[in-house]
Structure formats: structure tokens, C-alpha cells
């Protein structure tokens, strides 16, 4: 089981031996845990939406309306199932303890289903993100920050477009990439996006590319709203650190990120990483879907018992406050969080 970097300044050994407790804590359930619970579940959610994508394609074929909706939302939940959910995973190694299929998972689910470049997911991910969650100008969620909208196209419209921008960025990144490296990303990329292209021509029986190209957008737009919603709802808003004053790990990770309840879709394409258990993920960002939610009432308890945050919210109070408070969120510059002694 792996944390993520922590390279703030020591204070006291207090702050340590906390997370050292908690890392024993944990590490004594994982142990116990067998190779079903800890990766095995989320395996079989991934293989089912795999195995759901031919049904997904012929019902497009029916000109029944509730069977050519349902063909819709097949394809839409498991995309995002395999897009999220999977390159999540995959980005963190959870999938398996192979270093060798990891690295396979990792470029078949970000390249080859997301359509991004996988050592830059990896990067910006695991490196900053985690290593530096809500420090200003590295983990701070800040690309998620669009300050030329206002809210309600924000919230509103700006997620339809996620699934145009994210192979555009792809792209550029490419020419920042090692000539080998950005040939084979863009070959499964290009895979990736043609694949399901070529199957509503030929599978679904559309009749026109221009068809086919909006049943695509449709589908992958189809939990875009709150994708985007929760990457912002669990760390912007929360306290925010410099850099040269972060809190030690164990203060920077109860203070700076939040559980959502437990959605029954969201959960399942998002996983419980990203939803009720991100607390958990950011502590032990290698531990699976189902592990984290194994643990969680572990990491709840310890931290309540320590008198340290364990944030909770739901989403609609979460969407309520980011539209009340839109301005100060998502276009000034946050404050900078210090915690007298814990610096």
C-alpha cells in the first residue's frame, strides 16, 4: 500500500505518527482482505461494462423508442464507467499488482477509452494532484476553473463540451511528447475514438456519418454534468495552502477534501474513490474502488476519534453552494489556508 509524496517540513513527530497509525490501521484490513475484494469487484464491474457495449450497439438498431433509449444510456454508463472508473484505477495502479498490466490497463483505459495521453493523466493526476492536493498553483483543482464563464453556463452547458475538449488537448499535448511515444498514443486514441464510430455505421445501422458522430457525443455526454460537478464540489471550496506552508499530509488531506453520499450510478461509473470514499483515496490513493469503501469506516473513525475534519456533503447542497457562491469558488483567487503549528 502506497501514500502519496509527502514533502512538507517536519513539525512535530505528532502529525507522523498519526498517519502512521492510520496507515496500520488500514494495511491490517487490506491484509485480510482477499484478491476478490481487492481488485477482483472492480474487475467484474469493468468486464460487465465491457460485455454491455453489444447489446448498447444493437439496440440502436430498434426503431423502438425505449429500446433505442435504453441503447443510449447502456453505452453512456458504460463509457463512462470505462473512461472514469477505469482509467482512475488504472492511472493508480489499483487494478492489479502487476507492474507490466498495469501499465497495458493503464494505456488500453486512458488512451484507448479516454482518448488522453496516459503519462500526462498520470502526471497531472497522481504526481500533483495527489502529491500536492489543494496547494495553490500545483494540486489546487485550478484547471477545472473557467473564469470567463459565469455560472450557469459553467454548470450548466460548459460540461457538453468535455468530450470535444478532451481529445483536442490530447492532441497538443502530443507534440511535447517523445516522437515514439506520441506515435503509439496516437494510434490508440485514434482506435479509441474510430472503434465506436465504425460500429454505429456498421452494428447500430446509422445511416450517415454525421449521425453516427452525434450518437457518439450524445452518449459520451451523458454524465458529463455531474463529472465535472464533483471534480470541483470535493477540494474547491475547502481550505488552501502555499506551498512553502502546507500542513503535514495527515492535516492537508482531512482538511482538504470531501465524501459525497453514495449514489448507486455514480458510484458504479465513477467509483467510490471518486464519490463517497475520496477522503479515503487521497489517503491511500492505490487501494481499489471497493477497498476504499472497505476501509472507510476505518479512516472515518480514526479521524473523528482524533478530533481531526472527515468532511461530508451532498451533492445538491454542494450544487446550491457553488451556485451562490460561483464568484468566489470559481473566478477569484482563493484564500491561502495556515494552520499556526501545523505549517
Not at 500536492?132 to 459565469?150: A, E, F, H, I, K
Not at 494510434?187 to 447500430?204: A, E, H
Not at 503535514?248 to 467510490?272: E, K, Q, Y
Amino acid at each position: 500500500m502506497e501514500t502519496a509524496p509527502d514533502d512538507a517540513p517536519q513539525d512535530s513527530g505528532g502529525a507522523q505518527a498519526l498517519l502512521s497509525e492510520l496507515e496500520a490501521r488500514v494495511q491490517d484490513v487490506v491484509r485480510a482482505s482477499s484478491w476478490w475484494e481487492r481488485h477482483g469487484v472492480d474487475c467484474a464491474i469493468l468486464a460487465l461494462s465491457l460485455l454491455a457495449l453489444p447489446p448498447g450497439f444493437l439496440c440502436l438498431r430498434s426503431e423502438n423508442v425505449l429500446v433505442f433509449v435504453l441503447g443510449i444510456s447502456i453505452l453512456g454508463v458504460c463509457h463512462y464507467t470505462l473512461t472514469v472508473k477505469g482509467s482512475h484505477l488504472a492511472t493508480h495502479g489499483a487494478l492489479t499488482e502487476s507492474k507490466r498490466w498495469s501499465k497495458i490497463w493503464e494505456l488500453f483505459f486512458v488512451e484507448v477509452c479516454t482518448a488522453f495521453p496516459a503519462e500526462y493523466a498520470k502526471y497531472g493526476h497522481v504526481k500533483i494532484h495527489h502529491g500536492y492536493t489543494n496547494v495553490l498553483g500545483l494540486g489546487d483543482s485550478s484547471t477545472w476553473r473557467l473564469p470567463c464563464l459565469n455560472r450557469y453556463v459553467y454548470m450548466f452547458l460548459a460540461p457538453l463540451f468535455i468530450p470535444v475538449i478532451t481529445p483536442v488537448v490530447a492532441v497538443a499535448r502530443l507534440s511535447n511528447m517523445e516522437l515514439r511515444v506520441a506515435l503509439r498514443t496516437l494510434g490508440l486514441i485514434s482506435l479509441g475514438l474510430y472503434s465506436p464510430y465504425w460500429l454505429l455505421l456498421n452494428v447500430s445501422g446509422f445511416k450517415s456519418p454525421s449521425s453516427a458522430l452525434a450518437c457518439m457525443l450524445i452518449t459520451r455526454s451523458l454524465l458529463a454534468h455531474p463529472f465535472l460537478h464533483v471534480n470541483v464540489f470535493q477540494h474547491i471550496g475547502l481550505p488552501m495552502f502555499s506551498r512553502d506552508k502546507k500542513p503535514r499530509r495527515i492535516h492537508m488531506m482531512s482538511l482538504g477534501v470531501l465524501n459525497l453520499p453514495r449514489l448507486p450510478v455514480l458510484d458504479w461509473a465513477f467509483g467510490h474513490s471518486i464519490i463517497s470514499c475520496h477522503v479515503e483515496h487521497h489517503f491511500f490513493p492505490r487501494l481499489s474502488d471497493n477497498m476504499c469503501l472497505k476501509v472507510k469506516p476505518v479512516v472515518s473513525q480514526f479521524l473523528h476519534e482524533k478530533q481531526l475534519p472527515y468532511n461530508e456533503d451532498t451533492y445538491l447542497a454542494r450544487f446550491r453552494l457553488f451556485l451562490n457562491q460561483y464568484e468566489e469558488f470559481m473566478v477569484q483567487a482563493p484564500p491561502i489556508t495556515e494552520l499556526v503549528g501545523l505549517q
